[in-house]
């Protein structure tokens, strides 16, 4: 019934010492089955409390991201947008303080503070190209490849050179 039977004898003194390590883990065939019926009827509320953490996770994540940028691009923001971001962070660390809150909560304060960070995207790269009017358009003083009907077909012009020094 043993699983590993191990026997040491010292030499010298001629005794001998038995060990016989079996595999029992203390529980019944009954307890076992009762605990694997409780996991299968708590299965889906664990699945729910999992993805609630996972979500506040994440919210505590994008805290920490908006903070970030609060500080880094703070002075380089827009006063509306800057405000804006600010609540929605003190809103999202408020909900963060609260451990069970519930998934819908979290849901809903994690996509308003994404919202609020691609706002302040919008704002920044807004401002960069205010400076600099038709940044996203061609320069009309340097030649541009001509594009076929498909768009993914690019004429251009190549010349071959063969060194025939180096070789």
Known sequence: SGILHVTAKDVATG???R???SGSSG???DEVERL???AEQFADQDKKE???IEIFNRLDNLVYQAEKQMKDFGDKLPADKKDALSQKLEDAKKILADKSVDLETLKAKEN???DGLQEIGKAMYANTNQGNPGADQPN???PQPEKKADGNVVD???EVVDDESKK
């Open 27 to 29: 529980l019944s065939d």
């Open 112 to 114: 308003e503070l994404m």
């Open 15 to 17: 005794k001998d010492q």
């Open 156 to 158: 251009a012009d190549f």
């Open 140 to 142: 009309p003083n340097q």
């Open 36 to 38: 694997r019926k409780e």
């Open 19 to 21: 060990i016989t390590i």
């Open 50 to 52: 999992r993805e609630r």
